[in-house]
């Protein structure tokens, strides 16, 4: 870990409700894809955790959602702002563990991390496929980013109802997963995988 301050160069509407900040400074604390920071606000005592999308040559780049007071008040910061941050911080992914067809699955904010993580799988020549769930069209980001590093990129909303059924059970998703890349011949688990039931859509 370690506590830096970072100087905002973006920080723009992305989709609903999503923005992307851009900051400047020292990076060096963040050494894998999957950690995240903590941002130091005007007006608020607790920091605010946010996921690392990716960094690299002293910049960094944060996706995030507006959700309360406190992400609310971020989307007014002007670029030039300067932020107290701790870098560094969780564990992040182990990019040796990816397979050769590796398979990224990530919805709403979880998406933003799996960005830096595809953009390093490629970089080693893996063929990534990353499924990217969201609650409407209107939310969709990342998408084509995803693509432009040669990623196979499926995108669906995951309030999606079919046959009466909800499509925002994750262990049902899962299983969807597993069936189409057994499709494709890559194998990612046991035969013995049971489907988990599905949600009910509430009348």
Request: aromatic share 6%.
């Amino acid at each position: 870990m370690k506590q830096t301050n970072l100087t905002i160069l973006e920080n723009t509407r992305l989709a609903d409700g999503i923005y992307r900040l851009r900051l400047a400074g020292d990076t060096s604390a963040i050494t894998a894809p999957g950690q995240f920071v903590n941002l130091k606000l005007s007006g608020f005592f607790l920091r605010r955790p946010i996921s690392v999308c990716d960094w690299e040559n002293g910049e960094l780049t944060l996706i995030y959602k507006v959700l309360g007071h406190g992400t609310e008040a971020m989307t007014g910061m002007a670029p030039g702002t300067e932020l107290d941050v701790l870098t560094g911080l969780g564990n992040g992914f182990d990019v040796s563990r990816g397979g050769e067809h590796p398979l990224l699955v990530g919805g709403g904010v979880g998406i933003p991390p799996l960005y830096g993580l595809a953009k390093r799988l490629t970089a080693q020549g893996k063929r990534v496929t990353a499924v990217l769930g969201f609650n409407r069209e209107s939310e969709i980001f990342l998408a084509e980013e995803f693509r432009a590093l040669g990623v196979e990129v499926i995108t669906r909303p995951v309030s999606t109802v079919e046959n009466g059924l909800v499509r925002h059970n994750p262990g049902h998703l899962a299983w969807e997963l597993v069936r189409l890349h057994a499709q494709r011949n890559i194998r990612l688990v046991e035969d013995s995988l049971r489907r988990t039931p599905r949600n009910r859509v509430e009348k």
